[in-house]
């Protein structure tokens, strides 16, 4: 494949080859199926370009995300189709007026696309009878997140979005070296005084400019003091509006994304360089708990256990702290670590932040607080890439309904706990992808304290990387 | 009024009084109406949080317009109303479940958000019977460019939108001011080698960090070169992916928004910082019908006329550089300034960047080349935003219509004209508030061939702003 999608500069080159293996692996999956008719066609609709509103104005297109995992097309409004025995691959794309050759550029012959994506056959939609298609499956289910319907969950073949060839592993590094650059860029200039979106701003810039990636991979958080015990801060309702103070923790989760493969980071660090005590001794529980789940990885491991594990040490070191007292089995039994940690350790990652596919056909997430917002409920297995991303947060509703609660008030010191209050949270997120034997840990940013505080020490907040000498990095 | 919307800093405090009068006038146009009915009530859906395809990945949330105008409300997922009669407010907020105090934030009650935008009442939306409102006149349209349904097109109330406040051009200067800085960044920081994407990056950083714009108006259109002629360039075919070249004219159409406020700003100039001779002629043929255009602008002008007398500087000066001879009455019977410029002069601007209202009701566009784009066919009134944007491309399939009709192939050189393809094409726009007897000139960048080689000359692209330092602009 001589076919790459490449942005220039130091961008990563992506082979065509990517999508080819990722069909040919979607029709080794349905042809092991029972029941496949021969002559059987995969039928897929791309993203269409969407307004704003009642609006003429044109929102930035992204590409749907099974439709780019098996085509790699970055245009808006196709189709496509594999046919399974053999593989071939179609694309239907819109038959353009004249006037698009004014307003949107050059109406390129369906050869074009055919040789840009390395297909079979291009064809226009409107050159298609449609009505051979109306037998096929209907493959639609609905996201356990969010509600939406989907297109694909039940589909077997496409699960195989779950494990990750090497072409798509290296994609999934270079999303998480162009976004550690960034969070060290953003770490660099952070400074009291600073709104939060400046943040949001300076990662979102380095990721475009440096790397080449037009979106984000979901909507910055950037939390400091308080609000980065808001697990989902950086929404319409809470957009990243705060100034930074002096004594601020900060936690910034920020992920770019490079031809739609995402990333997810999770910095955690105090706005002016410097860990106080308590900061530190939060920090580092956290810290304990990701470097034993990322020990503990390996093939074959359940996830909700690498959940636990990391409540079990984040209780432990809340022990030490002394906001907790008591028996450590006896806390887990009533669910303690959930009150800390009310998400889930990890995610499936790819070309979703939260990749499809975490829960096998006919299971369901376990009902047990903390454990039921966990998004994968598999075994563990190799080539799947994952977030690692455990956290301690002073939330104070969930403090008060544990101070309230019989079972869990008696294990908190309440006192102790009071002097933390209203200081956030922490999180440290890394991306993982599994290895035969154990991880291979595809972020790279500061992450002990003592990291942290000689990167940030000799902060500059007045040099900035330059936009136009992209070799030039942190 | 003490309620103010501000992100801090330098960005623009905007008083909640700017929405009640907003809602004033609206009720004002209403009682103005024949046959209204005594106690009728105003309901609008503001916007709500999607998320992109079947994922559970937010998109970053924009209100809809005429909810915003209206309300001035940031969060989705609310209703608005308005009583008529008294113009009393009442917004309609989603009773939020307890798991978002966990994931989103702390939980508001109903008094935040009446202090927060200072309206009269404040309900959850489950506490109303919305079978009052069935006999709520429809006010649904189609969006003349795009084809969208919308909400109001008919509804002459809120055509309000077409004249300006103080208030409401309080915030147009700013976010033109903002814009036009971070024009003048993109300008001072342009150079060979660089992909059109980094000024895409550049200028939403400088808008987002420096002037709280989370928001473009509409996707940046970076073109270079070739692609200076493709009119909204920068979509998903075209992500401004070009390399900058030495001898490239760039043109670049870019506008920052803020709460929800548009701009819409271009500006071309040669990458290198020097017009060839060729590039100075068409710019200041541009330049030239833009500010006949300026000067003629007042209230009681037709807007196409404003088209007319763009098209006819154009061909005034392509005359003179050699491009076109001939007659110049009987090129303006044939339209030839269509084959130059086939997009409208300008817009109407506001909360959409093409604002609501540029047809009165029950009248069509003018069905000629040219024309039949332009998107306001009212008289110029005071109060009135427009964008004066005329422009003159280079565009292959249009010129070889002109060659090819019978028409028009008298008037072209072919000689001369063979020299400009490829070049691409020229465009300047300004935004504009009408005034009583003129024009206030809302956009601030270097316009004249001197100014810009001026400007650009003293260029550092090393020296970026410092996104720390918000009082330091260029």
């Known amino acids: 494949y001589s076919t790459v999608y490449w942005l220039g500069k130091d961008t990563l080159r992506v082979s065509a080859a990517l999508f080819a293996e990722n069909r040919r692996r979607l029709c080794e999956g349905l042809r092991a199926k029972q029941g496949l008719q021969p002559k059987s066609l995969v039928l897929l609709q791309g993203g269409e370009q969407k307004q704003r509103y009642c609006t003429d104005t044109d929102v930035v297109f992204r590409q749907e995300s099974f439709f780019h995992w098996t085509f790699g097309v970055t245009e808006a409004d196709c189709y496509g189709a594999v046919d399974v025995d053999t593989c071939k691959a179609f694309l239907f794309i819109p038959k353009l007026p004249e006037s698009y050759a004014t307003w949107m550029g050059e109406i390129y012959p369906k050869e074009h696309f055919k040789e840009k994506y390395a297909l079979e056959e291009v064809h226009y939609t ?48 270079y999303t998480n ?20 979106y400046e943040m949001e701003s300076l ?22 003091g308080h609000n980065s015990s808001v697990l989902h801060y950086g929404h319409a309702g809470a957009p990243n509006d705060k100034t930074i ?10 992920g770019g994304e490079y031809y739609c493969y995402s990333s997810d980071i999770t910095c955690s660090f105090p706005a002016n360089g410097k860990f106080t005590p308590d900061q530190k001794a939060i920090y580092e529980a956290v810290l304990k708990s990701s470097r034993a789940v990322l020990a503990a990885i390996k ?31 006896d806390m887990m039994k009533v669910h303690l670590g959930s009150v800390f940690m009310p998400h889930g350790l990890g995610h499936l990652l790819g070309i979703d932040v939260h990749d499809v596919g975490g829960y096998p056909e006919g299971t369901e997430r376990i009902d047990e607080p903390g454990l039921k917002s966990l998004r994968m409920g598999r075994v563990v297995q190799e080539r799947m890439v994952l977030t690692v991303e455990p956290g301690i947060y002073f939330i104070n509703h969930l403090l008060d309904k544990a101070l309230a609660s019989e079972q869990q008030s008696g294990f908190i010191n309440n006192e102790v706990l009071a002097r933390f209050r209203g200081s956030g949270g922490v999180r440290i997120e890394d ?16 992450r002990t304290v003592e990291e942290i505080e000689a990167f940030m020490a000799d902060r500059n907040p007045e040099k900035s990387f330059s936009p136009t000498v992209s070799s030039e990095k942190f």
């Open 299 to 329: 093939p074959g491991v359940k996830w909700s256990d690498m959940h636990r594990l990391a409540d079990r040490v984040h209780l432990e070191e809340l022990i030490k702290v002394g906001i907790l007292r008591g028996n450590l089995d």
């Open 177 to 196: 070296r162009i976004s550690s650059e960034a969070h060290k860029e953003v770490m660099k200039h952070v400074s009291a005084g600073q709104k939060e």
């Open 126 to 173: 409107c050159d298609v009878s449609w009505t051979d298609t109306k037998n096929a499956t209907n493959f639609r289910g609905v996201n356990t997140d969010s509600g939406s319907v989907t297109r694909e969950a039940s589909f077997e073949g496409i699960s195989r979005r779950l494990l990750k060839t090497d072409m798509e592993l290296e994609v999934l590094r």
């Open 245 to 254: 103070q002096d004594g601020d923790m900060c936690l910034f989760d920020m």
């Open 203 to 224: 990662f979102r810039h380095y990721c475009y400019s440096q790397g080449g990636m037009r979106h984000t991979s979901y909507t910055c958080i950037c939390g400091s």
């Open 431 to 446: 991306d993982i992808a599994v290895t035969a034997d154990g991880v291979e840990l595809l972020t790279c940013v500061p």
